[in-house]
């Protein structure tokens, strides 16, 4: 019984930010002809797959109770470096997209091994990567490097037809299969169920005999590889590298994983959720570009105010959790 | 001596940042040369103190803050927020006399210090970790900051507002001045007074010391509401200097330097310890990173890789993990902590 009820707690952010989704969506459609439609839905994943698989890297970092701040910068260091070597170095794309790939991968590595053989805080950590990964894409060029290449524009410009005269890019297609992975790492997985455990307390999971270390430093690398996959994807839809694409993005995933019901303490949350925090991340934009008179900066002070809201009612929650264990 | 001299905490922040003077000296002969111009001291020296005001007025609130085991991240957009209210008021008044400056700071001063109580509500209150209570600021503040500006740059036609950033008393920037009296009533407030003591015992147990009889909530509501405080007397320097308000730009990235400063003077962001004059010294050392970068023409972008190096190597040198391994001296400084992790290690 009241392992049921515990159960429910954990879920209720995930329900909040569902049905949050449906209201705003059901909002929109009254209010705006047009908004109504599946291309609309779907235009929220086009627009939106490079958050989507950052975010799915953040939710295990946060739900291991780190954070990665990081993933914004490595998505304009990937751009810059898969610009720079298409265009300057004149590889092929086979070489260009595996590079680019380990960059971020190797920055998640060097991240988690401090984080973890030194015990240093997460925060100040990729605080640093993000400065070092945003200096060094201007290292690489201070300017925008414009790409024109076939297989670039073949992957920005193709469509994949769905019923219904509606389309979806292929981006959309790799962060859903992104989305498909994580989801089963993350329930069905030794490794999923020790980041669990760590977020819980990294006491007793290593009291558990859980491999803590080992672990941690898988977290960062894969919160680092969705960084650089994040950024082709980003690259893709941007078609050029720039020192400048992204800034800010980190805050904007935190808030996609928190909105999602992800507890910033660690131990609680989903990869779904995630998914759906993303959206609403989207719907605010959507939303704003059909009612045409707002202002840009109103998408971040609705940003905030829902960050608020959540970050209360996960705190009510965690509060009375205690509470009941207290009674016990 | 030398022994008490290699133990004292500004030791190392003060040999780093000679070096750096010294390697500006190599590249330009006449760096140390200070000038009298038009009844004002010029000179390179004195254009790092007087650029380096707002991120030494920053790292003074983020200092204290950090002191009781939190973090502000919210900063760099009360630093926008500042700045935009500043120009707004004195853009709504006729723009005659001294009033509207007063109107100006006074205002933009309140409401960051709101702000800042906001920030120290959550953290105190309801006890939500300061990270995430003061992301919530960081990003809507900015937000605000373009709602009042209206997104656009305003620019301030008013002259006795460049003063506060660009006027001269007794032929040293005023802006100097203002830091030094922050900096001498934080310092005469938590070192002559039982306050200072309050904060390191909030930051290294909160508990503990409540059940002291410390009111440990309205400590740390205070150091927030005085980093929320810094960051608007900074915005309204920064606003001064460029006599406009830029809501999209400015006070960008100045959360990171403002905790590499008080990182790099010594303060453990594990809180209950903090060194107000190593904070200025950590933020003379970037602003003279930043100078010197400039003056010897390497491209500016690489200032951040020198700063994330920066960061690095000073949270390693402060890991006790770190020194052990590489140095192979395991003395156990601080022996709460340590044990606790060293429990954590061994079970």
């Known amino acids: ?328 | 001596m030398i022994k008490s001299m290699l133990k004292s905490s500004l030791f190392w922040p003060i040999i780093v940042l000679l070096l750096i003077l010294m390697i500006n000296l190599f590249f330009d002969s006449s760096f140390f040369s200070i000038e009298v111009r038009n009844g004002h001291l010029t000179g390179s020296l004195i254009d790092i103190l007087n650029r380096g005001a707002p991120l030494m007025l920053i790292s003074i609130g983020m200092t204290l803050v950090i002191a009781t085991k939190g973090i502000d991240l919210s900063v760099g957009t009360v630093i926008a927020m500042s700045g935009a209210i500043g120009a707004m008021t004195i853009a709504s008044t006729d723009g005659t006399g001294l009033g509207p400056l007063f109107m100006a700071i006074g205002l933009s001063l309140l409401i960051c210090t709101l702000v800042g109580c906001w920030n120290g509500l959550l953290v105190s209150r309801l006890g939500v970790q300061p990270i995430v209570a003061t992301l919530i600021l960081m990003v809507a503040g900015r937000g605000v900051a373009q709602l009042i500006t209206g997104g656009q740059i305003t620019t301030v036609y008013y002259d006795p507002y460049s003063y506060i950033g660009g006027g001269y008393l007794l032929a040293l920037p005023f802006s100097i001045f203002i830091v030094a009296f922050v900096f001498f009533v934080a310092v005469l407030l938590t070192r002559k007074t039982a306050l200072g003591l309050f904060i390191e015992a909030v930051g290294s147990n909160p508990d503990a010391s409540r059940l002291a009889g410390i009111n440990s909530k309205n400590i740390m509501l205070m150091v927030y509401m005085f980093s929320g405080f810094c960051a608007g007397v900074g915005g309204l320097i920064l606003s001064s200097n460029v006599m406009s308000a830029d809501g999209n730009n400015a006070g960008l990235w100045f959360e990171l330097d403002a905790i590499l400063a008080v990182v790099i003077g010594g303060t453990s962001l594990m809180g209950g310890r903090f060194y107000l004059m190593g904070t200025v010294m950590g933020a003379l050392i970037i602003q003279s990173l930043t100078t010197t970068i400039y003056s010897i023409g390497v491209p500016a972008e690489i200032n951040l890789v020198v700063k994330a190096i920066v960061v690095l190597i000073v949270c390693l040198l402060q890991s006790p993990e770190f020194r052990r391994k590489v140095f192979g001296f395991g003395k156990v400084k601080r022996s709460g902590e340590q044990k606790e992790r060293e429990g954590v290690t061994l079970s």
């Open chain 1, 1 to 328: 019984m009241i392992n049921r009820l515990s159960l429910d707690y954990k879920q209720l952010p995930l329900l909040a930010t569902i049905s949050l989704f449906v209201l705003m969506f059901s909002f929109g459609s009254l209010r705006y002809t047009g908004f109504f439609s599946t291309q609309v839905f779907l235009n929220l994943f086009i627009d939106n797959a490079f958050l989507i698989v950052i975010a799915v890297g953040m939710t295990f970092v946060i739900l291991s109770g780190g954070i990665d701040l990081s993933v914004g910068s490595l998505i304009a260091l990937t751009s810059m470096v898969a610009a720079s070597l298409t265009m300057e170095a004149q590889l092929s794309p086979w070489i260009v997209v595996p590079i680019s790939l380990l960059v971020g991968t190797v920055f998640g590595v060097v991240q988690g091994a401090l984080i973890h053989l030194y015990n240093l805080q997460p925060f100040i950590v990729t605080l640093a990567g993000m400065f070092l990964a945003r200096g060094l894409s201007y290292v690489i060029s201070v300017e925008t490097i414009a790409i024109d290449h076939p297989f670039f524009s073949y992957m920005a410009s193709i469509q994949i037809p769905l019923p219904g005269d509606n389309f979806i890019s292929i981006s959309v297609v790799i962060a859903l299969i992104v989305v498909v992975i994580a989801i089963f790492i993350g329930h069905f997985t030794n490794f999923g169920r020790t980041v669990y455990a760590i977020g819980g307390s990294e006491q007793s999971a290593m009291l558990m005999g859980l491999p803590v270390g080992r672990t941690k430093i898988l977290i960062y690398t894969l919160s680092g590889f969705c960084a650089s996959l994040a950024g082709l994807i980003f690259t893709f839809y941007m078609l050029s590298g720039y020192g400048l694409h992204a800034n800010g993005m980190e805050l904007d995933t935190i808030a996609a994983v928190v909105i999602g019901g992800t507890l910033l303490t660690g131990g609680a949350g989903y990869v779904a959720g995630s998914v759906v925090g993303v959206l609403i991340l989207g719907i605010i934009q959507t939303i704003i570009v059909f009612e045409g008179t707002l202002s840009s900066w109103w998408t971040k002070i609705a940003i905030g105010v829902l960050l608020f809201l959540f970050i209360i009612l996960h705190r009510v929650i965690v509060l009375r959790s205690e509470k009941k264990q207290a009674s016990n």
